[in-house]
């Protein structure tokens, strides 16, 4: 298909999704618990946002001419891999949808996506309007299947030529590993994290209470990148363990329909269940708890807003993905010392600055081994803005123009030329 076409496509599936908004955002809400006003208002519109991204850059995909040594032409061709296998997660159903479906398409692949077993409804919705915008039938195909039968299956899959996935990081592993049993196909993966929120001595602390609160809590906690590491220097630290104990205290959990509910249930009894335990070997190892701790309400999957404080390095509270509103203070004194703190993770997927000193900023941005730095900000998740781990927190980029090499093959033709006017 021609690019222009599969931009038309794109672009004709961003207008269905707008006009779609709302029983899109209602079925994220219903298989996911997140706040409808979350899904309403941030997240189906900024899925058509993605498609209307990718579809700009459907047609401005090619390869270069190169000046090699010699007679010869030298040319790239920009092709698309062949079939993906794409695997989601249930923390943003939809949202992991576009970041994959929107490149594959723009570069001209086909996909075959398997969505996670808590959330399969909305991807399917969704993919009826991608057919009505005008994509062809077997080009895009969604599997509601569990992990380790229809996921393992894509994986080991002779004919699928590229893997993408994100989730935990220990699913990443055996991901990989079953590319390189089968046909060695490449894989991208977006993993897990504990990201470093770190509050700098000069920082403007409601500000920055703030913007801690919103790194964990939002979305139940259950977001890879969540700021669940968060380091406060000690001169301001009394104040922001206070502020950030009345800020978990104000927020509004509940029925995630209501209007003004900032916190729904988790997704399914199992997290539940083991932000729980989380919680006990917060306590068991000696953190002070603030507030929170166990379960809101009698009925559903709700947990009350958690915040620790005294929490130290070695603790597992500190060191573990909780996927869970579980904020953990830790206390610093030196940025030399928290750089090597806030670098001791097997995970590298983001971090949070706050400070309004240039230099500690221009310092803390290098030093951290993380995919994404935010200054004086949290979760911005513009289509242009590259996605992606350092370490155990994964492979390759997504969104952005990053993202298009995942999604393609570089091939390099030579042919000579007789009288080449430049030799
Ligand atoms: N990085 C993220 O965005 C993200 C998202 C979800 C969960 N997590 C982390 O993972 C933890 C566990 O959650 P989970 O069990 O839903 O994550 P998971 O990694 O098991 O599941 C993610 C996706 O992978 C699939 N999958 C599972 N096993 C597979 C296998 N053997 N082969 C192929 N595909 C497989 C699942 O069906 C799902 O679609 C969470 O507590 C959280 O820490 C991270």
Known sequence: MAAYERQRILLRFADLVE????????????????????AVNVEVPMFARLMRYYAGWADKIHGMTIPADGPFHVQTLHEPIGVCGQIIPWNFPLLMYAWKVGPALACGNTVVIKTAEQTPLSALYVTRLLHEAGLPPGALNVISGFGPTAGAALCRHMDVDKLAFTGSTETGKLILELSAKSNLKPVTLELGGKSPFIVCEDADIDSAVEMAHFALFFNQGQCCCAGSRTYVHEKVY??????????????????????????????????????????????????????????????????????????????????????????????????????????????????????????????????????????????????????????????????????????????????????????
Not at 19 to 38: I, M, R, S, V
Not at 333 to 356: M, P, Q, W
């Open 238 to 423: 009394d104040e922001f363990v206070e502020k950030a104990k009345a800020r978990a205290l104000k927020r509004s959990v509940g029925d995630p329909f209501k209007q003004g509910i900032e916190q729904g249930p988790q997704v399914d009894s199992e997290q539940f269940q083991k932000i729980l335990r989380y919680i006990r070997s917060g306590v068991d190892s000696g953190a002070t708890l603030e507030t929170g701790g166990d379960q809101f309400g009698e009925k559903g999957y709700y947990i009350k807003p958690t915040v620790f404080s005294n929490v130290q390095d070695d603790m597992l509270i500190a060191q573990d993905e909780i996927f869970g509103p579980v904020q953990s203070i830790l206390k610093y004194k030196t940025l030399d010392e928290v750089i090597k703190r806030a670098n001791k993770s097997a995970y590298g997927l983001a971090a949070g600055i706050f400070t309004h000193n240039l230099d500690t900023a221009n310092t803390l941005m290098r030093a951290l081994r993380v995919g994404t730095v935010w200054i004086n900000s949290f979760d911005t998740f513009d289509a242009a803005i590259p996605f992606g781990g350092y370490k155990q927190s994964g492979q390759g980029r997504e969104k952005g123009e990053y993202s298009l090499k995942n999604y393609l093959q570089v091939k390099a033709v030579v042919t000579p030329v007789k009288n080449p006017a430049w030799l």
């Open 19 to 38: 006009k779609h908004n709302d029983e899109l955002a209602a079925l994220e809400t219903w298989d996911n618990g997140k706040p409808y006003e979350q």
